[in-house]
């Protein structure tokens, strides 16, 4: 049985290790707070700043419609003043109509109102666009009504990006860390005394593992409180809403965030054990961060999109591989061949 007394213990020695190391310290504290304050003001302020003044409100188009033309096809003709329901229209050019529910295949159209249609191959000049599908077309001046401009879909491109830093940090802070739990004992010559302390193998590693999981977690969740306010501050007046919290981003921080650090304390502290070295400790616990990268890379690539049941899917894999490296960890992590190999 499991004494959490002996657990806390080993934690309380770790903390108080951390706050004579300052380059450990460093490390839980400040980058987290750095990176979530320093990320959005490299990326998301500029974009928000220098963003195009791209209306969403109709133009005022002056319409005067004396036509009403339905279910028809219409080719190769001169179009002016005619609204236009469910028609089909093949090299065509219109100028102040109004088109419901048509195809408009190699027109051309101007100072006209677009709804709920189709356009192929046209090219669309001062005109209102609203649920428009365009293909190999092209659109000048005009207001594509109740679309995301271009500045909108760049701003919450970046913000998805960002995500990453919130599944990484917890993940590499530990890798940090972690590598001093063996190999720091083992250079500042205490590992001996520890090692032969009263305590089973899975106290002696849960204690370590407290240590470093609590304060990287915390901080997690603290770094998150300004990256909120930066980005929905900055945002806002582009996307008329604040973007953060959103069901994706609570589901990485606060569920996914904790299972990648504990799946990176748990393979760092094995690696730890098993290294003599700090620097190699450090190299190889970094590669925990791999699952996390891959992932990105492939929503990025638009072969998965980011959402809440991809984000929980994602955290269940995450789960699973904590329970196989706690194992595989309680199969590794033994005292007396660390101490017989300790140099």
């Not at 987290?32 to 928000?48: D, E, G, K, W």
């Not at 001062?126 to 092209?138: D, E, G, M």
């Not at 300004?226 to 945002?235: G, H, K, M, S």
Request: a negative charge.
């Amino acid at each position: 049985m499991i004494q959490w007394e002996k657990v806390w213990t080993i934690a309380t020695k770790e903390f108080k290790e951390f706050r004579r190391n300052k380059y450990i310290l460093y490390s839980i504290i400040l980058m987290p707070l750095l990176l979530a304050t320093v990320l959005p003001a490299i990326y998301v302020i500029p974009v928000s700043m220098f963003a195009a003044d791209e209306s969403k409100t109709p133009m005022d188009l002056h319409l005067n419609i004396n036509l009403n033309n339905s279910y028809i096809e219409v080719r190769e003709v001169y179009a002016a003043n005619i609204e236009f329901t469910s028609c089909n229209l093949t090299n065509t050019v219109a100028t102040g109509c109004i088109f419901y529910n048509c195809t408009l295949t190699n027109c051309v159209v101007e100072g006209s109102q677009l709804n709920d249609s189709i356009v192929l191959g046209s090219t669309i000049t001062k005109c209102n666009l609203n649920n428009v599908t365009r293909i190999n077309s092209t659109v000048l001046g005009s207001v594509l009504v109740g679309e995301m401009t271009t500045a909108e879909t760049t701003l919450l491109l970046l913000i998805n990006t960002m995500l990453l830093f919130f599944l990484i940090m917890p993940t590499i802070v530990p890798a940090v860390v972690a590598s001093y739990t063996i190999v720091g004992e083992k250079l500042n010559r205490s590992l001996e005394p520890l090692l032969m302390t009263p305590t089973t193998d899975l106290e002696l590693m849960l204690g370590k593992s407290t240590s470093i999981f609590v304060p990287t977690v915390l901080m997690t969740y603290l770094a998150f409180v300004p990256f909120v306010l930066i980005v929905d501050f900055f945002t806002y007046p582009v996307l008329g809403y604040a973007p953060l919290p959103s069901d994706v981003f609570v589901i990485a921080v606060y569920l996914i965030s904790p299972l990648t650090c504990a799946l990176s304390i748990l393979a760092n502290i094995i690696i730890s054990s098993r290294v003599n070295d700090v620097r190699s400790a450090q190299q190889l616990g970094s590669l925990v961060v791999l699952p996390m990268v891959i992932l990105f890379i492939a929503a990025l690539a638009g072969v998965a999109s980011l959402n809440a049941w991809l984000m929980l899917g994602f955290g269940g894999l995450i789960l699973a591989a904590d329970v196989v490296m706690l194992l595989i960890s309680l199969r590794l992590f033994k005292r007396e061949e660390i101490l017989v190999n300790w140099k």
